[in-house]
């Protein structure tokens, strides 16, 4: 992402703000694996979004009009000894020649010079409850401005959710955003013809992991949005399972949940297919019919339309198949109004896809469904699960679990499925597999 961006976003955050306000960001902190190792840090993706700033231990600050410096950037100082061990530091000339802040501060003089900024400013976006550190520190600081009231200090009157501003503007991606979120989904789906064209019986779910990561990172996505789920058999009846231990058996299905991430922008793809590179007719059966909804709900992503539209018609595809297979009994309507087909299909067909694999912004506005708008950006993943002993299913059914997944963004005229290079009909699947 380049540096225009991220000024590009900061000032139209500060022109919602408007004059005497002030906004508070902390990065995120770093976790604690296990002793003194630590987890690869990742930054937090509000703070990232207006920075690009990659360090820990940072405070980002902007205050509209203000004459010395509108973004000011708190962070930690260089340090010869530190940086031997652990990598370079921007510190406080880096923070403004590389990462565009108007001025730095050491995150150690925070308490000192933070506070002066509020006494200026009436009303402070904040998103509360996010840093519990940051949350105890700033209260302290606003009761302290307070107790000088009779010396004519007024300081906030208003605090305002910072994220809810924030997170209206990450619902709609720019050209570069989309230009991330399409280099990591291409990566994700090389990754999954990858595995399609190595999987064999008698492998472990963790091997085909280890390959996808092995994909993903000799392509520069070195960090995976989410932990890869690889659930062979029953294994894939189970939503988030992540265990992937075990065996694949010959006869299977392998459901395989995972996407990379480039420049901190996600990718979610999922892909079914069988363990042996034939599908018996029963899960070609099933199979077809998600892949026949999850179409029924791409086609649905388009400029106004609202956020259900792709969910309701995958249900009605997925219910008016389970009848025609002879799994649910009755009329479609009625199924669909009684949710009969929640026993197999029981999560929603989508979410938000950005920084975050399930990413911010509003499905509601004013209690009604959002319209879908251009830049937008969501996954449609519809499937089914029929899990061993199911009471009612004939037993051919049993231990089928597919789901499949792909990362769509809206158009200004329909929409753009940015994974489509991943293989997901029966006969690209097993001409691939084969091959």
């Known amino acids: 992402m380049i540096a225009s961006e991220f000024s590009r976003r900061r000032r139209q955050l ?16 770093e976790a604690v694996r296990n002793r003194d190792v630590y987890y690869p840090y990742r930054p937090d993706s509000d703070f990232y979004y207006l920075t690009g700033f990659p360090e ?20 930690r100082e260089r340090n010869e000894e530190r940086e031997k061990w652990d990598g370079s530091r921007a510190g406080q000339e880096g923070a403004v020649e590389i990462y565009g802040a108007d001025d730095s ?59 809810h501003y924030l997170h209206d503007m990450r619902l709609y991606k720019s050209r570069s955003e989309i230009k991330a979120m399409r280099q990591a989904a291409r990566i994700s789906a090389r990754g999954h013809r990858r595995l399609m064209r190595v999987c064999r019986p008698g492998m472990y779910e963790y091997q085909l992991e280890a390959e996808f990561k092995h994909e993903c990172g000799m392509r520069g996505a070195r960090f995976q949005a989410y932990p890869p789920i690889v659930g062979g058999g029953a294994n894939a009846c189970v939503l988030h399972y ?16 995972a996407g990379c991430e480039v420049d901190c922008y996600a990718s979610d793809v999922t892909r079914t297919f069988p363990v042996n590179g034939r599908f018996s007719a029963a899960q070609r059966a099933l199979y077809e019919l998600v892949l026949k909804a ?22 009605r595809t997925l219910t008016r198949g389970l009848v025609s ?16 087909y929640k026993p197999f299909y029981m999560h929603r067909s989508g979410h938000w896809l950005g920084m975050d694999v ?5 499905y509601k506005v004013d209690g009604a469904w959002r319209l879908l708008e251009k830049g937008m950006s969501l996954t449609v993943e519809p499937g089914l699960y029929i899990a061993p002993g199911t009471k009612g299913v004939a037993k051919k059914w049993w231990g089928i679990g597919i789901r499949i997944e792909d990362d769509v963004v809206v158009t200004k005229d329909g929409h753009d499925i940015l994974s489509k290079d991943a293989p997901k009909t029966v006969d690209e699947i097993e001409t691939l597999m084969n091959s």
């Open 294 to 315: 999850q179409e029924a709900a791409i086609k649905k992503v388009k400029p106004g339309n609202h956020w259900n539209d792709p969910h309701n018609a995958a249900v």
């Open 242 to 257: 992540v265990d992937n231990g075990a065996r694949l058996n010959d006869g299977d299905l392998v459901l395989i949940d």
């Open 105 to 163: 501060f050491p995150i150690g003089d925070l308490d000192d010079i933070l506070p002066r900024m509020l006494e200026q400013c009436e009303r402070v976006y904040y998103a509360m409850g996010c840093n519990p550190d940051l949350d105890n520190r700033m209260s302290t600081w606003i009761n302290r401005i307070r107790t000088h009231s009779r010396s004519g200090v007024h300081g906030p009157v208003e605090f305002i959710a910072l994220d």
């Open 358 to 362: 399930h990413d911010v912004g509003d």
């Open 56 to 75: 820990p231990e940072a405070v980002a600050v902007l205050i509209p009009g203000r004459k010395q410096a509108e973004y000011i950037l708190f962070c």
């Open 14 to 29: 500060m022109r919602m703000m408007g004059h005497g306000a002030i906004a508070i960001l902390p990065a995120a902190p």
């Open 325 to 340: 297979l002879g799994i649910l009994k009755g009329r479609v309507p009625t199924l669909v109004k009684n949710e009969a």
